[in-house]
């Protein structure tokens, strides 16, 4: 009788954000399901270290990553 193969992990979801102390943008990433409830948690930004508060679905908070976003903003057609 064969072994049933172990269960897949979910797969890791990313969302960007923005330092409100140092302007950089970095990714937040989780394996929570973006369609429960959000959460505000704090994160650390790569770049300065500064407390930034994001949203997350509930349960994220235990699985985290965060990852800066290197080189320049995307180019979006939107003029400030």
Do not use: I
């Not at 990433?29 to 948690?41: M, N, Q, R």
């Amino acid at each position: 009788m064969a072994a049933d193969p172990p269960p897949s992990s979910p797969p890791r979801r990313n969302e960007q954000h923005r330092c409100a102390h140092c302007g950089s943008r970095f990714e937040v990433w989780h394996t929570a399901d973006p369609l429960g409830t959000y959460v505000a948690v704090e994160v650390p930004c790569p770049c300065c270290g500064a407390p930034t508060a994001v949203s997350v679905p509930r349960g994220a908070e235990k699985d985290l990553r965060v990852d800066p976003l290197p080189g320049t903003e995307p180019e979006t057609g939107v003029v400030d």
